[in-house]
């Protein structure tokens, strides 16, 4: 299943629509997508090298309204929705850890976030 999402997202990434497509992509990851839109963002930048800095600030803007429905869906969904997108990944027993290493690091956990492999559907989910 993850590697045809894969291939159909590499494929996207070539079409005249593909930066609706990223921004699509760049919003569910944020909250429940398992593929990154890196697989999309890199083949776009290297086919369009002056619009690149663009496609990265448009997955950025995208990134952070998917971050806020990820937030949504742990604040106001969380016993239903948001239990079952974090068991489905298997993050169920790295929650408690998780949280409370947010509650003592805070902020530090969201900054240093991008250099660990803690999913970031659980970090917007559980805070």
Not at 87 to 100: C, L, M, P, S, T
Request: proline fraction near 7%; glycine fraction near 8%.
């Amino acid at each position: 299943m993850l590697r045809k999402m894969y291939d159909w997202c590499i494929d996207a990434a070539h079409k005249p629509y593909a930066l609706w497509i990223l921004g699509m992509v760049s919003f569910a990851e944020s909250s429940f997508f398992p593929i990154p839109p890196d697989v999309m963002l890199i083949p776009m930048s290297l086919a369009r090298p002056p619009k690149a800095w663009f496609y990265a600030a448009f997955c950025t803007i995208t990134s952070v309204a998917g971050g806020l429905v990820g937030y949504a869906i742990g604040a106001l969904l969380y016993d239903s929705v948001g239990q079952w997108v974090i068991n489905f990944y298997g993050y169920g027993n790295k929650v408690e850890a998780f949280r409370e290493g947010y509650a003592q690091y805070g902020a530090w956990i969201i900054l240093l976030k991008g250099l660990t492999p803690i999913p970031f559907k659980l970090v917007t989910i559980t805070s």
